[in-house]
């Protein structure tokens, strides 16, 4: 592992501890209100839906874009055809913050995913109380018994779960924890590089019924179409959409790449998929 994943993961330890401290309660009225079908929302036949996601900085990269406003940012999204929209919520590292996503949630229809270093079922009940719609879970950084735990704490609040993988051990570890979307993230967390090799390289060994979403590199219509051939249902893009100088043009270009060229590409990237079980 990474000594900068490290350093991230020391810094949220003491972040759940500091919210084990001060608790949190779900409030009847809070349960009442159902989260947004995220799951639903990505899954658009013969193409490949955005998960257009609201980044200003990262450990590796720096400043990604300075005074965003997230709620603009997010309509923004949602009028170029996105299908929800992820936001990171990390303060030390990502310069963001949790209180932001539920003026996120009232700003727009879409649902939220909330993505974060998660490692305990408070910050869960968390992100609920939030209203995050689904919430990460990133499969390097926890235990096959944690994240099958996790996985069903998400289920009983009501929220899905995208299981981030990178390599066949963590897809091992996401199919054995009952994941129902899982997410293939190009970024190697020991070395930070990204390479779209990945998601091909994976997806073959995800059995029929699981959504597919690929994670970080996507950048313009070529990689779209690349996803839309190798069969994957749908991609999170933060990056490449947060540095454009119009960011509604970009997500519209991705939106659009993502519908295919032809209905049959889909098709053809679910027999590559299947067929190489």
Do not use: W
């Not at 947004?36 to 036949?45: G, L, S, T, V």
């Not at 193409?47 to 997010?74: M, N």
């Not at 055809?81 to 949630?105: E, H, Y």
């Amino acid at each position: 592992m990474h000594t900068l994943l490290e350093k991230i993961l020391k810094e949220k330890q003491k972040e759940v501890e500091a919210l084990g401290k001060k608790g949190i309660v779900l409030l009847e009225e809070e349960l009442e209100s159902a989260p947004r079908d995220f799951k639903k929302a990505i899954q658009q036949p013969g193409k490949v839906s955005l998960i257009a996601e609201i980044k200003c900085a990262s450990p590796s990269a720096g400043v990604i874009r300075e005074g965003v406003d997230p709620q603009a940012v997010g309509r923004l999204y949602q009028e170029a055809g996105a299908r929800a929209v992820s936001l990171i919520t990390d303060r030390a590292f990502f310069n963001s913050d949790p209180a932001q996503l539920p003026l996120l949630k009232k700003a727009i229809s879409l649902p939220v995913l909330r993505k974060d270093f998660i490692l305990n079922e408070i910050q869960i009940r968390e992100s609920r109380k939030l209203g995050a719609d689904a919430v990460l879970l990133i499969t390097r950084i926890l235990e096959l018994r944690q994240l099958a735990g996790l996985l069903e704490h998400s289920r009983r609040l009501g929220m899905a779960a995208l299981v981030e993988v990178h390599n066949k051990e963590d897809l091992h570890k996401a199919l054995a924890s009952g994941a129902e979307i899982i997410g293939i993230n190009n970024r190697d967390l020991d070395t930070f590089r990204v390479d779209l090799q990945t998601t091909l390289d994976l997806i073959p060994h995800i059995p029929p019924g699981i959504i597919t979403v690929s994670e970080s590199g996507i950048r313009d219509e070529a990689d779209m179409r690349l996803m839309h051939s190798a069969g994957i249902q749908a991609v999170l893009v933060g990056t490449t959409l947060m540095k454009s100088p119009n960011i509604l043009e970009k997500t519209r270009e991705l939106v659009e790449a993502g519908k295919g060229e032809t209905e049959g590409l889909n098709d053809e990237g679910e027999n590559l998929r299947h067929n190489q079980l």
